[in-house]
């Protein structure tokens, strides 16, 4: 029974790589796996590094296995080390809109204070997905997947292999929020042999952790091989982010560039801030506005699309 299991759960994992496009399935396969398997502890860091949303893969690859959405385990990590702060766009947004409905429909208490303009903004996309890395293994790329992540006699049987070990390499692609450029790829690997991985909650390790996730990443072989390879690719994001090479959230504001402003009311682009001065253009309602940060009054400094340059009222103009 326990092998017509194993043999269903890779024919599963198989069938769900299949779906995938041969370059998502290659995608890390010929690369020489990071040496970072070995990492102990959890970075700690004094001030989150930004605010980041976590994106489900496009691919399901974790149900086939009988695992949960990786989701929880890279937000336990961020919780953990304080390195990121993560803003929910899943069901903590959906549950949020409900209470927002309620107070818009006049339902909740005076005073509880639940409504627009108050939902954080993300600084990063973190997106979670997982390669196999295998430079031993023969077949096919989708049968080295499934061999590596799967293992001993199932796996080999799967991929076209016979090795007596595997190993998950676990990727966390991070993306700038606000101009949707790839910052980084974080790798993570982690192998399993002969001997099976023993998992405590001491410590600053990954096993304490992959307990607390749940789903199966704490108590089957393959949830082992994965957690710890994610632990993994999560120490290299955060050394990545503390490196100096990745822009803290409040530099990635900055760096964005000038928010947009539509315009509300048609209006007048004029030289000075006055309603006597001399006409730049008039715009229309739609129509897009950049402020550059100078203001006087209630006169905004702002650029056309076209970069000319002139004053209008802040009451004309809204970034919704």
């Given at each position: 029974?326990?092998?017509?299991?194993?043999?269903?759960?890779?024919?599963?994992?198989?069938?769900?790589?299949?779906?995938?496009s041969?370059?998502?399935?290659?995608?890390?396969?010929?690369?020489?796996?990071p040496?970072?398997a070995?990492?102990?502890?959890?970075?700690?860091?004094?001030?989150?590094?930004?605010?980041?949303?976590?994106?489900?893969?496009?691919?399901?690859?974790w149900t086939?296995?009988?695992?949960?959405?990786?989701?929880?385990?890279?937000?336990?990590f961020?919780?953990?080390?304080?390195?990121?702060?993560?803003?929910?766009?899943?069901?903590?947004?959906?549950?949020?809109?409900?209470?927002?409905?309620?107070?818009?429909?006049?339902?909740?208490?005076?005073?509880?204070?639940?409504?627009?303009g108050?939902?954080?903004?993300?600084?990063?996309?973190?997106?979670?997905?997982?390669?196999?890395?295998?430079?031993?293994?023969?077949?096919?790329?989708?049968?080295?997947?499934?061999?590596?992540?799967?293992?001993?006699?199932v796996?080999g049987?799967?991929?076209?292999l016979?090795?007596?070990?595997?190993?998950?390499?676990?990727?966390i692609?991070?993306?700038?929020?606000?101009?949707?450029?790839?910052?980084?790829?974080?790798?993570?690997?982690?192998?399993?042999?002969?001997?099976?991985?023993?998992?405590?909650?001491?410590g600053?390790?990954?096993?304490?952790?992959?307990?607390?996730?749940?789903?199966?990443?704490s108590?089957?072989?393959?949830?082992?091989?994965i957690?710890?390879?994610y632990?993994?690719?999560?120490?290299?994001?955060?050394?990545?982010?503390?490196?100096?090479?990745?822009?803290?959230?409040?530099?990635?504001?900055?760096?964005?560039?000038?928010?947009?402003?539509?315009?509300?009311q048609?209006?007048?682009?004029?030289?000075?801030?006055?309603?006597?001065?001399k006409?730049?253009?008039?715009?229309?309602?739609?129509?897009?506005?950049?402020?550059?940060?100078?203001?006087?009054?209630?006169?905004?400094?702002?650029?056309?699309?076209?970069?000319?340059?002139?004053?209008?009222?802040?009451?004309?103009?809204?970034?919704r």
């Amino acid at each position: 029974m326990r092998k017509f299991s194993a043999t269903a759960v890779a024919l599963g994992l198989a069938a769900s790589l299949a779906a995938v496009s041969p370059a998502a399935a290659q995608y890390g396969m010929d690369k020489k796996p990071p040496k970072n398997a070995a990492t102990p502890e959890l970075p700690r860091c004094a001030t989150p590094l930004g605010r980041a949303a976590v994106r489900e893969p496009e691919r399901d690859w974790w149900t086939p296995l009988g695992l949960s959405n990786p989701e929880a385990l890279l937000k336990l990590f961020a919780a953990r080390s304080n390195c990121l702060r993560i803003v929910d766009r899943n069901a903590g947004l959906a549950m949020r809109n409900q209470e927002a409905a309620l107070g818009a429909s006049g339902d909740l208490r005076r005073g509880s204070n639940i409504g627009k303009g108050q939902v954080a903004g993300a600084d990063f996309f973190i997106v979670p997905d997982i390669a196999n890395s295998n430079s031993n293994s023969g077949g096919s790329n989708l049968g080295a997947i499934a061999g590596g992540l799967i293992g001993g006699r199932v796996g080999g049987l799967v991929g076209g292999l016979r090795t007596k070990s595997s190993e998950a390499q676990a990727l966390i692609t991070l993306v700038d929020a606000r101009t949707t450029e790839q910052l980084y790829v974080a790798e993570g690997v982690a192998k399993k042999t002969d001997v099976g991985f023993e998992v405590g909650g001491g410590g600053g390790g990954w096993g304490g952790f992959a307990a607390a996730a749940g789903g199966g990443y704490s108590n089957t072989e393959i949830g082992k091989v994965i957690s710890a390879a994610y632990f993994n690719a999560f120490i290299d994001l955060v050394h990545y982010m503390q490196s100096g090479s990745a822009p803290t959230g409040e530099q990635a504001s900055q760096a964005a560039g000038t928010q947009g402003y539509h315009v509300t009311q048609a209006t007048t682009v004029r030289v000075t801030p006055s309603p006597k001065a001399k006409a730049v253009r008039t715009v229309a309602v739609g129509d897009l506005l950049f402020p550059t940060g100078q203001k006087n009054g209630i006169w905004w400094e702002v650029d056309d699309e076209n970069g000319n340059r002139g004053w209008v009222t802040s009451t004309t103009i809204s970034p919704r």
